[in-house]
């Protein structure tokens, strides 16, 4: 195998490992999350439920599963977007009660965002 053959295999890996997960939006890191508890619809139609791992995000689109990581202790989850919002200065998503018991928070925590592909 010649020295190009072997760049391109390592580059070709490491892009592929690069895409798995991406940043939600450069500058996430270090911003707050907060817990929704509206009642009715959501911004895309569905019926808010306080049980199911959901968030509100400001851009992202509707469907786009978010890695959130709770950066006091650590804790992941996974939610769905399925909402705008937060429309507050600092906050970054806005979870459902469910998704903020998974992250171990009860009012507001830092957080950092990764747009999860999906598999």
């Known amino acids: 195998m010649t020295k ?4 391109i295999a390592v580059c ?7 895409s798995l997960a991406v940043p939600a939006v450069a500058g996430d890191k270090g911003q707050l ?5 509206q009642a009715g619809k959501t911004a895309n ?3 808010f439920s306080p049980s199911r ?18 950066l006091r202790n650590g804790r992941t989850v996974i939610v769905r977007i399925n909402d705008r919002g937060p429309f507050t200065k600092g906050r970054i998503i806005d979870v ?8 171990k928070f009860s009012d507001l925590t830092p957080v950092a965002l990764e747009v999860v592909k999906p598999q």
């Open 53 to 70: 791992l959901t968030a509100a995000h400001r851009t992202l689109p509707f469907g786009t599963m978010v890695r959130i990581t709770n």
């Open 12 to 18: 070709t890996v490491v892009a592929g490992l690069a």
């Open 96 to 103: 459902t009660p469910a998704a903020a018991a998974e992250l």
């Open 4 to 7: 190009s053959a072997i760049w």
């Open 33 to 37: 999350a907060t817990i929704c508890t």
């Open 45 to 47: 139609g569905e019926t």
